[in-house]
């Protein structure tokens, strides 16, 4: 199947899931608060997702890349599923942290491999104009999520947030399972061999998973103290405050498209490099604002930063999947972010502690241009950065490399 067949699939798929993880991810705070939670162990609830998938991403790209993608993406989703009942059958505070380390588990099967599965559907020439369909899909469940989950929880309860991300979870399951065939791998002589050590050895790699990693840092530690600014320093009210964390996620979900096209035609390395600036820009100049149509204009331009760099970063992924295994790939990139997300939040409060919440946006900001400072120096021998020619790998490039159970043998 060709990627204009697969990809309304795995979206729809990816949205779903991504909306119910949404619906319920602003809340688990309050729930893990509800359960007698101290502030610790909030911390340990809230990291224990992100650390449990960031472990398992890279066997579950490896296998993947050489078992198929399917039988992933179902389990993943599956336990997504059966999870929302679990959440609400959760009777204490190690409990919720235990069903959030298997829930990171299963997050690690599902985003990643989604990713791969496009990328290895993906004609030449165009991996910066599909990554960017894809990520708008990621962002908008996530962003849409918390508004239904705040709904659901103000007329029917905590445990109507997590029914509905099982039925949607279940959703995806069951369209992957009625309507997705399995890629058939490529033949042995074509496919790449897994190799985490060639692929560490790339500099676009060790470019992209630096500045992913960094980013991620600065972009957690800074959203985490984004409110208590905006409350306490501007007196803003709580729903000016989620008008602007949903304001960041709408405006990088409507971009992503046109930015993923816009580094199929220009220079990826300088576009990514750009972003980088963009993002110490917006904030260094957040402790500046003074009232919420000034920060909200800051935070429209994270919104651009965050579509860009994940365009282009994206895009050079896929590359370098052709090179050394999509499935794996893609999972080292999203383990990048899940170490970013995880680290962000814990480095930010050692620096509020010491100097201020203004002053950690000051931090954010050198975290964000050294990011791009380090992903410009991993990839000054990277001759081309830019699209490959259409023409390289034949006209338009290889439209599919899925190749059919008679060429497989």
Known sequence: MTIKKIFPIIGLATFASMLGIGIVAPFIPLYARSLGASGFMIGV?????????????????????????????????????????AYIWG??????????????????????????????????????????????????????????????????GMSAAFIAMGGLSLLAFIGVVVFLPEVQQ??????????????????????????????????????????????????????????????????????????????DIINRRALIVIASFLGGLYMALTP?????????????????????????????????????????????????????????PLFGGVVVDQIGVTGNFYVSAGMMVLAGAIFLWFTRSKKHAVPAEAGAMGKGGPKSVVIGEEDVG
């Not at 965050?306 to 895009?315: N, R, V």
Request: net charge positive; aromatic share 10%; hydrophobic share 50%.
């Open 288 to 344: 500046m604002t003074t009232n919420f149509w000034w920060l909200l204009s800051v935070i429209v331009i994270a919104g651009l930063r965050a579509a860009i760099t994940s365009g282009g970063t994206s895009a050079l992924m896929v590359e370098e999947g052709r090179k050394f295994g999509m499935g794996s790939t893609m999972a080292m990139l999203s383990m990048a972010i899940s170490i970013g997300e995880g680290i962000g």
């Open 91 to 156: 009777t204490n505070v190690y409990l919720l942290a235990l069903i959030r380390i298997v829930h990171g588990m299963a997050g690690g099967m599902v985003l990643p491999v989604a990713r791969a599965w496009i990328g290895d559907v993906t004609p030449g020439g165009e991996e910066g104009t599909w990554q960017g369909y894809f990520n708008t899909v990621w962002f908008g469940g996530m962003g849409f999520g918390p508004v239904m989950g705040g709904i659901l929880n103000d007329h029917f």
């Open 186 to 263: 490529l033949k042995s002589r074509q496919r790449p061999k897994v190799s985490f050590k060639k692929m560490g050895a790339s500099g676009v790699f060790r470019g992209v998973f630096s500045l992913k990693v960094l980013e991620s840092i600065g972009r957690r530690s800074f959203f985490a103290f984004l409110p208590i600014f905006a409350g306490v320093y501007l007196g803003l009210s709580t729903t000016q405050i989620g008008l602007l964390i949903t304001a960041d996620t709408v405006v990088t979900s409507l971009l992503q498209a046109p930015a993923g096209k816009l580094s």
């Open 45 to 85: 609830v809230l990291a224990g997702y992100s650390i449990s998938k960031a472990v398992v991403m890279p066997f579950i790209g490896n296998y993947s890349d050489r078992k198929g993608r399917k039988l992933f993406l179902m389990v993943g989703l599956g336990c997504y599923a059966l999870l929302s009942l």
